[in-house]
C-alpha cells in the first residue's frame, strides 16, 4: 500500500505554516506570534474597564480580523497534514482550535445573559498564547530534567499535602473561625500558603497556641524547601558525563556497579549474567 | 523452640491484607485507600457547614460504616501477624488505632460538651489519611536524603531559632507594643515568619528603626535560606547509583562512555587501550 | 599611520582617575567611593521629609558641591583617554553622565511644577551608586555563572510569564472584582505575586474555588522554585579548578588524596602503587 | 622563663568548667544548658504581661538565683585559666560578661524610668543563649561552607542592595506617599521586603505602573534567588573528596592541573618548579 500524497500546492503551504526554514515560513511565523501576542493585549485592556466605546469598538474589530485569520489559519493546518486527525487532537491542535472557537460561540448563545458568557468565552482566547512556546527550541534540557525528576517531586509534593491536611485540621481546632479558619479546607489552604512561604495574610492566627504551630510549620516548611531544589539540582548535576549503575556483580571477578546497558564486565571481561540484565 | 505457626486462613487474610500482589491484596489495598480518602474528604466536608441536616445524617452514616470497616481491619490486622504486639506498637500500628477509636470515644464522653467533643475527635480521624503513603514504594530515596542531612538540618534549624529570639528580642525593645510586637514570643514568633520568607503582613514594623533591623533580618534570611538547600543538594549528589564514565571509546566496537577504572569494555568485551585510559 | 598620543599630565591623570595602583589613584577613588555614598544618602535624608530649612539648604549646598566635583571628573575622564566616544558611549560613561546632568537640568526646566520636577531629576542621581561595583573586583565568577545560565533562565522565565498569564486569567473569571482581581493584569500581578512566592496579601481569594487554583498555584510556584536554583547550582558544580581525588596514600610519604589519575605522589615523587590505583 | 602554674584546685576546676569529658564535667554543662534556656524562659514569660504579682516575684527570685550562680561562673571562669584576658576578651567570654550583668546594672541606674531601663537590660540577658551553640560541635562544616562562600554572598547581598536602592528610588516615584511608599527608604525596605520574597503586604503598590515594576522585581528576586543557594550548593559539593589545583604545568612531562600543595608531578615524578608554585 502506498501512502496518501499531498499535492505540491498542499505541500508548499505545509511547508509555510509548519516549518520555518524558509523566508516565507519566517515571516508567516513572526506574524502569527505578534498575531498571538496582540489577541492577549487586546482581551487583558478589554477587562480593564473605563475606556470610552470607540476602544471598545476597536478592540471588537480587532479580535474579528484575528480570528478570522486564526480561522484560515486552522482550516490550513488541517487540510495540508497527511493524518489530520493527529494534528487536530495532538496538544498544539486542541489549543488552537481552543483559541479560535469563542467568539463563533458568541452568535449561538444568544440570551439574556449574552454579554457576560460572551467575554468568559473570550476570556479562554488567552490560551493562544501556548502557541509562543512552539518557537523556543532551548527548552529542551529544562523539559528533560523536570520529567525525570517528575516522579520524586510528585512524592514531595503528595507529603507536602499529606502535612498540609493534618496540620490544617489541627490549626483549625487551635485557632477556630474567629481569626479566620473557618472550616478544615480553608485551614488547609491557609497551610499550603505558609509551607510555600507565599504568606497572603489575610489568615493569621492570633492566638499563643496557634502562633506556635504556625511557627512550626514555617520551620518544616524552610526546612523542606531545600527538597525540590536538591532533586531539580542533582537531575542537572547528571549531566551526561554520568551512566546509570545497577547492583549486578561480575559472574567472575564479582566487581559491582555495572552500566545499565552493560553487556560484558569491565574489569575481566567476563559475559555478564544476562537475565540479571533488567 | 519451634516458631509460632499462623492457622492457614489467617495466612490467607496476611497475605491480602499486608501484600498487594495478589489480585485479592490488591482489590483490598484499593478499597482501604479509598475509604480513607472518603473519610478525610467527610471530615473535611462537615467543617464547611451550612449544609442541610440530610447531608450531615449522610455523612453519620457514613462515617459509622467505614469506622466499622476500619474496626475489623485493625483486628484481622492484629490476629494475623505471629507477634501482635509488634503490630500494635508499630508506627503504622498507633496511625491505625487512633484513625478508629475517635468515633467510639463518643459514646463514652456524655454530657453537655456532647457534640464538640465528638468532632474534635472525630476530627483526628484525619491520620488516617498517613495509610496512604504505605502505598507509595518511591519515597525511599527521599527519606534517606532527608535522614542523611537530619543532623545538619538541626544544627541549622536552631542556629535559625537562636538568630530568632534575639533578634525578636531587639525588635520588641525598638517597636514595641502598638505596631504588634507584644511579647517577646510574639516577636520571636514574627521573627520566624520573616526569616522564613513566609511574612504574613499581620505584625509589620513601622518605626525606622524596626524598618531597618528587619531588613538586616530579611537580607539575612536570603542569604541563609541557601543553606538547607546546599545540604540536601550535595547529599542527593552524593548519590550511589551513579559513577564517573570518561570520553574513551572501545577499539573493538566503538561504544563510548566508559567507567573511569574500566579495563575491558562492557558492550563487546574487548581490553580497552591501556594508555588511552587516564 | 601611528596611534594618537596623549600628553604627560594627561597620561598621569588618566593613571590617577582609571587606575587604582598608584597611591594617587587609591585616593582618588576611595573621595570618588565617599561622594557618591554621601550624594545617595543627601537624596534619601531629602526624601524622609519633616527637616528644618537649614538642613535642606545643606543638602543643596552639598549636592552642588558633589556635581561639580563629578562634572570635572567627568571631563577629566573624557579628555584623557584616547577615544573619548569609546568611553561616552560605554556603560559607566552613560552611568556618569546620567549621574552629573540631573542637577544642571533644574535650571532649563523653570516653570509652575518647576520644584517637582528638579526632585523627580534629582533622584535619577541615585543612578550614581552603580559606580561602586565598578570597585570590586570579585564579581567576575558570579556574573560568568548567571550569564552561562542567562538562556535557561530567561526560558524559565517566559515559562512563569505564561504560567501567569493564564492562571491570572481564570482568577479573574472565579474571583471577580470584589475579593480584589479587578482585570486580568492584575489578577496576572497578582499570580506572579503568588507564583514568587512573595505573597503581599493585598489581594486574596475568598471563593473557595479562588482558593482552590491559588492552592495549585502555590504548589506549582513550590514545585519550579527549584529549577532556576538548580540552574546555578549545576553551572557553579561545573567549575574546573578542581579535580577528583582518591583516598589511598603514597607507600614512601603517607601522603593522602592523590588524584584519581596520579601515577607518581605529588609530594616526594615516589612511584604510587598502582594495584591500589583503582 | 617557665611558664605560669594553675593550682591544682584550680586546674580540676579549669577541667570541670571548660572541658564535658568527666562526669563532674558533663553534670556542670548540663545544669548550666538548663540554666540558660530557663533564663531565656524568665524573660519571655515577663514580657508576656498580664500575669499575677506572684509569678513577677517567683521570676524576680529566679533571675537573681540564676545571676548569681553565673556571676560565680565567669569568676570560676576567669580565675581557673592561665591568661585571663584571653577568656575576657573572647567572643564567649564577652557573651558571658553582657549576660551576667543586667541585673546588677538595675542598682546602679535608679531613678524615675528605673523600671523600664532594668526590664531593657534584662532583656540582653537573653544573649545568653548563645552559649548553647558552644556544646554543639556538628556545626563547623556548616560554618566552614559559609566562610568560603563568604565573599561572594556578600558580592551579591552588595548586587541585591544596589539594585534595591535603584528600584525603590523607582517606585517612590511612581507611586507616592499615598500608598505607603512614604519616603526613599521606605521604598528601598519595602523593595527588599519584596526581593526576598517576604512580602508583608503593609505596603503595597496601587498603581498599574507600580505593580508592573513590582512585578519585575519580584520576576528578578525569583531568578536571582538561585544564586547564594548555587554558591553554597557548590561550595558543599566541593567536599574533602576534591581538592583545589592550579595552572602549573610539569616542566618534564608538561601535565597541567597540580594540588596546590604538590611537589612531585603526579604523572612523571618530576619535581616541579618551586617559584611557580604558589
Redesign the interface.
Known amino acids: 500500500m502506498t501512502e496518501k500524497r499531498l499535492s505540491p500546492w498542499k505541500k508548499q503551504l505545509h511547508d509555510i505554516i509548519y516549518e520555518a526554514d524558509t523566508p516565507m515560513g519566517k515571516l508567516f511565523d513572526v506574524v502569527l506570534l505578534i498575531l498571538i501576542l496582540l489577541s ?1 493585549i487586546f ?2 485592556v478589554e ?3 473605563g475606556l470610552h466605546q470607540e476602544v471598545y469598538d476597536l478592540l471588537y474589530v480587532g479580535e474579528w480580523i484575528i480570528t478570522i485569520f486564526f480561522t484560515l489559519e486552522y482550516i490550513a493546518r488541517v487540510i495540508t497534514v497527511k493524518k489530520p486527525s493527529r494534528y487536530i487532537f495532538s496538544f498544539y491542535g486542541i489549543i488552537d482550535f481552543l483559541s479560535t472557537i469563542p467568539l463563533y460561540l458568541s452568535f449561538i448563545l444568544v440570551g439574556s445573559n449574552y454579554l457576560l458568557t460572551v467575554r ?1 468565552l473570550r ?1 479562554l482566547r ?2 493562544r ?2 502557541k ?2 512552539r518557537y ?1 527550541g ?2 529542551n ?2 523539559k528533560r ?2 520529567l525525570h525528576s517528575r ?3 510528585f ?8 502535612v498540609s ?2 496540620a490544617g ?1 489541627l490549626m ?2 487551635i485557632e477556630g473561625a474567629e481569626s479566620g479558619f ?5 485551614s ?2 491557609w497551610c ?11 489568615i ?1 492566627p492570633v492566638t ?1 497556641a496557634g ?2 504551630l ?2 512550626i510549620i ?2 518544616l ?3 523542606i ?15 551526561d ?5 545497577n547492583t549486578q556483580s561480575c559472574p567472575n571477578c564479582n566487581a559491582p ?3 545499565d ?11 555478564l549474567n544476562p537475565e540479571k540484565h533488567s
Open positions: 492577549v482581551v487583558m477587562s480593564v474597564g468568559a476570556l488567552v490560551f498564547i501556548l509562543i512556546t523556543i532551548e527548552s534540557k529544562l530534567a523536570l516522579a520524586k517531586i512524592v514531595f509534593l503528595f507529603a507536602v499535602l499529606i491536611v493534618i485540621t483549625y481546632l473557618k472550616s478544615i479546607p480553608v488547609v489552604y499550603i500558603v505558609t509551607l510555600t512561604t507565599v504568606g497572603f495574610g489575610d493569621a499563643p502562633q506556635l504556625a511557627t514555617m520551620i516548611g524552610y526546612g524547601i531545600a527538597v525540590p531544589t536538591g532533586i531539580v539540582s542533582a537531575e542537572y548535576a547528571k549531566s558525563d554520568y551512566v546509570h549503575v556497579k555495572h552500566r546497558d552493560a553487556k560484558y564486565c569491565h574489569k575481566c571481561g567476563q559475559l
